[in-house]
């Protein structure tokens, strides 16, 4: 079994920056990567970015340049840097632990709770 757990939502005027973390415990040696997944109401949950173990990294076209993704693996947490954020990146914002192969990402069933982040115009 795999546990996460997000944190560090909130509500930030556009423009403004945020920072998740995602703390990965239990089978952590079962999954090589952690992708960040966000959720807006009425739409499909859709991958934002991802890191590997070896910190390979994908991003979601709407993102580039703005979010990043980092890992400490000392303390087997994923961070999600979210800068310049804008309306539309209001969301409810998930983990989940996968496998990351030749740039592509694949999910597990392994979630976290999620973390809503609200991004005022």
């Known amino acids: 079994q795999v546990q996460l757990v997000e944190s560090g939502g909130g509500l930030v005027q556009a423009g403004g920056s945020l920072r998740l973390s995602c703390a990965a415990s239990?089978?952590?040696?079962?999954?090589?990567?952690i992708g960040w997944y966000r959720q807006a109401p009425g739409k499909q949950r859709e991958l934002v970015a991802a890191?590997?173990?070896?910190?390979?990294?994908i991003y979601a076209d709407s993102v580039k340049g703005r979010f990043t993704v980092s890992r400490d693996n000392a303390k087997n947490t994923v961070y999600l840097q979210m800068n310049s954020l804008k309306p539309e990146d209001t969301a409810v914002y998930y983990c989940?632990?996968?496998?990351?192969?030749?740039?592509?990402?694949?999910?597990?069933?392994?979630w976290g709770q999620g973390t809503q982040v609200t991004v005022s115009s």
């Open positions: 890191i590997s173990s070896g910190r390979s990294t």
């Open positions: 989940n632990a996968g496998k990351y192969y030749s740039g592509s990402y694949s999910q597990y069933g392994y």
């Open positions: 239990g089978s952590i040696f079962s999954f090589n990567a």
